[in-house]
């Protein structure tokens, strides 16, 4: 898990020193468009109409841009129709051709007394706290003196090239200048000639409600739907007698240019041509009504608070068996986003989303790396411990379980096998070291080959001596019949060898093995230096002293009743046999033991 969390703690640095570029910010932008679409259309307030001079209209009066008289006659048309703000999203920085329609234009605007121009910053490499123009593009002198107050249409694209925050107010001189909407919405509220109540950093004041912003003023754009959400219609409607009082009366208009070619319109989540005029009405709209968006310090924390909890959660989470993990994060990813979509839906915050749900991917991705490297390299050491003593089904269940061989041990009911060549003090005294060497080589390896082949495990060999388990490491249904399996199959292996070990001067070879089921403990016994995972206990001496009293019994393999007791029903069906010897006194130990010589089934 502590990767996880490293994992976790570089992304929120990174999260935290990430500025509005970059490949962060445009995730975040992608992120953001998905959230709008997956909210849907809003409703609006009915306060908002949009007039368009369209292709259309362009048909019918004129070609574009239309000269100062016919701007001037608009406005005396729109005042008797009873707006309460009419709001121009066009520029008007150079004086009409006509020497009079700058004037006649400029008395209507005064006739009406609440119309607000539109002013635009030209920006070079400055900074500040709020956006600081070079030079402010301003309607001509008789215009901006006339107008009830000026508002600049600038926007400023994010990471992704889309406008999704508004600039409140441009740096002008000492003072501010305020945006096309927030001026608009301030002439409706009667608020055009008091000074702007601002908190750098923080927010303004806008006729007591508060608008959270960040540092630089800015707030996110609330986009209510695509284009023709707000109620539009085109300005040639004003001239043909087709634009009802009703639809203007009360209402905050704003008066713009949609014509092919001139270029005012920018991608949204909804669409990727709106135009801009729509999206001053839509800032219109979510100011009058307090549907605001809010992305600033406050919801900066917030996002290096759900990154950090995502991360720490997926580390958890990710410590799961794999599939559970996988399962696991898929679902903490859904949660996650669910959470910061909710909160955009229902209460307006924006959150980032991209590096939550890296948190939960990378960190929970690291973890789980990190586990299967683990898993990989103690497969690789129980593979190399046991290849050579269990068979090689039983070596990948060992890999896939290796909660078989947790440290300590436990108790349980096992069989042992006990194997030792008899004569093998005075084999040894006889044979040349390097001819001994060969034939034990030979006899364990074919030894070893059968316990594997029947499901044991070869836990030592003490000389020419060999314990083998059954039932362990590995759980076997029945280990009792799998020793007697290996036990007779042992002997048929010393009997077909038999050319073999008279060609390394052995002959004949004679081997004793004994077998007993009963409680021991098995694990992993020894210092900090060195582990064996082995067998303990009485029922293992019991089987060491069964191989020892074979040869006294007359017999090649020797069984304890407490195994007899488990195969007996099967031994026939098995090719196998057992004689009841009785009571056998076995050596270095007090009482009797009773005993089975096990055979094949011919013998």
Known sequence: MRIGLTVTALLVIVQALAGDGGWAARLEALTLDGRFILRGVLPVSGEVLVLLADDSSVEKLGRWPWPRRRMADLVDRLAALGPEVVAFDLLFPEADPDPGGDAAFAQSITRFGRVVLAAYGEFGGGDGALPTPERIVRPIPALADAAADLGHVNLFPDAAGRPSREALMLKDGDGVLPSLALAAVRLRLGMAGEPLRTDAGHGLD???????????????????????????????????????????????????????GLGDRFPTPFDDALAGVERHAMLVDTLLTDRLLRQDAVTRLGDLGVTALAGVAASALAGFPPVAALAALAGLALVVAGAIHAAFALEGLVLGMAFPLAAVLLPGGAVMAQAFRRSRAEGRRIREAFAQYLHPDLVERLVRHPQALRPGGEERVLTVLFSDIRGFTG????????????????????????????????DKFIGDGILAVFGAPVARAEPALDACRCALAMQAAVAAGAERWRSLGVDPLRVGIGIHTGPMVIGNVGGAGRLNYTVLGDAVNVGARLES????????VLISDATHRLVAERLAAEGMAARPLGPLSLPGRAGAVEAWALTGGGE
């Open 427 to 458: 084999l040894s005294e006889r044979l040349p070291p390097d001819r001994l060497i060969a034939f034990l080589g030979a006899y364990l390896e074919a030894m070893t080959a059968e316990i594997r082949r029947h499901g044991g495990y070869v």
């Open 206 to 260: 806008l006729d007591g409600q508060w608008i959270a912003t960040d540092g630089a003023l800015r707030m996110p754009v609330n986009y209510l739907g695509p284009s023709g959400t707000i109620d539009t219609a085109p300005l040639a409607d004003l001239w043909g007698g087709r634009l009802e009082a009703g639809r203007v009366r009360g209402r905050v208009v704003l008066v713009g240019a949609a014509v092919t």
């Open 549 to 556: 009293a074979t040869k006294a019994a007359g017999a090649d």
